[in-house]
């Protein structure tokens, strides 16, 4: 009789460790799953203002690019060498 009372005692605080753990191991990895939900969202908040503001500089240098360009540009100059007869 005592022997099958040990035994249940025993199977009974293995099942009650294995629920904890299961119930443990199930509210980490929904914390997890939470904390990387919550930073996918900013990641992707972040993502879609940083592509605003490319889109607005490339807008704005799309618009502006021949203005900027136009100090690089070498101002023609006349050649004095070179054959008579051309001159």
Not at 6 to 32: E, I, M, P, Q, S
Not at 61 to 69: D, R, V
Request: proline share 3%.
């Amino acid at each position: 009789m005592i022997k099958v009372i040990a035994v249940g005692v025993v199977a009974g605080n293995l099942l009650a460790l294995n629920a904890v753990a299961f119930f443990g191991y199930r509210a980490l990895t929904g914390g997890l799953d939470l904390l990387k939900s919550e930073l996918a969202l900013q990641l992707e908040e972040r993502l879609t203002e940083e592509y605003g503001y490319i889109t607005k500089d490339l807008q704005s240098m799309k618009s502006n690019l021949l203005g900027s360009q136009e100090k690089l540009i070498p101002s023609p100059a006349k050649v004095q060498s070179g054959l008579p007869i051309l001159r």
